[in-house]
């Protein structure tokens, strides 16, 4: 089992920023790829990135991509989200998740992570 803890979340204006963080416990986290993804009510779960279990790929979904990094730090198990000059249609929850299979290929897939974080709300208002 890998449990996954986001932080970080809440509100800023329009053009602002903020780092989301994901702590995670159990397994050797080294060996699991993690994405961020982002869900609000009535949606489906849309991948935001994602950065594989040794740091050296990462991916974007395009409405993240120039304004988002991701990154990790294995020695502390945390991977981290900066979200920079957001926008309104940034508001979600956002999660964590560690991929079911380790040293895998990174996916964009929700159906390929199996462990997933509680969420930390993110609101950008205009």
């Known amino acids: 089992q890998v449990q996954l803890v986001e932080s970080g979340g809440g509100l800023v204006q329009a053009g602002g920023y903020l780092q989301l963080s994901c702590l995670a416990s159990g397994r050797t986290f080294s060996a699991y790829n993690i994405g961020w993804f982002r869900q609000a009510p009535g949606k489906e779960r849309e991948f935001v990135a994602g950065?594989?279990?040794?740091?050296?790929?990462?991916y974007y979904a395009d409405s993240a991509k120039g304004r988002f990094t991701i990154s990790r730090d294995n020695a502390r198990s945390t991977v981290y989200l900066q979200m920079n000059s957001l926008k309104p249609e940034d508001t979600d929850i956002y999660y964590c998740?560690?991929?079911?299979?380790?040293?895998?290929?990174?996916?964009?897939?929700?159906?390929?992570?199996?462990?997933w974080g509680q969420g930390t709300q993110v609101t950008v208002s205009s």
């Open positions: 998740a560690a991929e079911r299979v380790p040293y895998g290929l990174l996916d964009s897939g929700p159906t390929a992570y199996g462990y």
């Open positions: 950065i594989g279990w040794n740091g050296a790929s990462t």
